[in-house]
């Protein structure tokens, strides 16, 4: 099944399913490995874990409501740093389950986490440091938690998220030092 069907699935279930009362709560969607996910090691692609994660934030962003308004506008999610560590390999025609949520935000970046499961075991576990993108630049997180209707703040990051930050932060100015 390619990756086109699956994301017009995402779409079409979005419209079926309930609306999340909060993008901070875990959201959960379950899909299967197909051959054309394998690399030559006959498990899943390391590439192919982020596309498929990604189908985990659009799904997050249709049922919350923003997908469509985010198009109209000409508003794009982007990531802009992620952190992937795996811990087992999703084997062909395996049901997993990618769990995806808003940890938290600041005045221009989104922080998510989430994990893909086989029978609630951890495969792997992603941070993701993002943006909405405009036509003019990037849209305030605060316009987004807005249109989300979340009620809370944003909370501090846990010890993982913010090392993983540092560590960042650290390789940004490096790179600028050698630019």
């Known amino acids: 099944m390619n990756l086109i069907f699956r994301m017009l699935w995402v779409v079409i279930r979005s419209f079926v399913t309930p609306k999340p009362a909060d993008m901070t709560q875990i959201h959960r969607l379950r899909l299967k490995v197909f051959p054309n996910d394998l690399d030559t090691n006959f498990h899943v692609n390391n590439g192919r874990y982020l596309t498929l994660l990604d189908l985990g934030r659009l ?4 049922r919350a409501g923003l997908f469509f308004p985010f198009v109209r506008r000409g508003w794009k999610p982007v990531v802009a740093s992620v952190s992937l560590r795996f811990k087992r390999s999703l084997k ?3 049901t997993f389950e990618i769990q995806t949520r808003l940890v938290s935000w600041d005045k221009t970046w989104l922080y998510f986490e989430q994990k893909m499961l086989v029978e609630n075991k951890l495969a792997c576990h992603i941070l993701i440091k993002g943006v909405i993108l405009g036509p003019k630049g990037k849209i305030p997180s605060e316009v987004l938690i807005k249109m989300a209707k979340i009620k809370s703040s944003a909370e501090e990051l846990p010890e993982h998220f913010s090392k993983w930050l540092e560590s960042e932060e650290l ?3 490096t790179e ?3 630019a």
Request: glycine share 0%.
């Open 92 to 94: 062909i025609f395996e």
């Open 59 to 62: 799904d997050l962003l249709l």
């Open 176 to 178: 600028l030092r050698q």
């Open 171 to 173: 390789w940004r100015r």
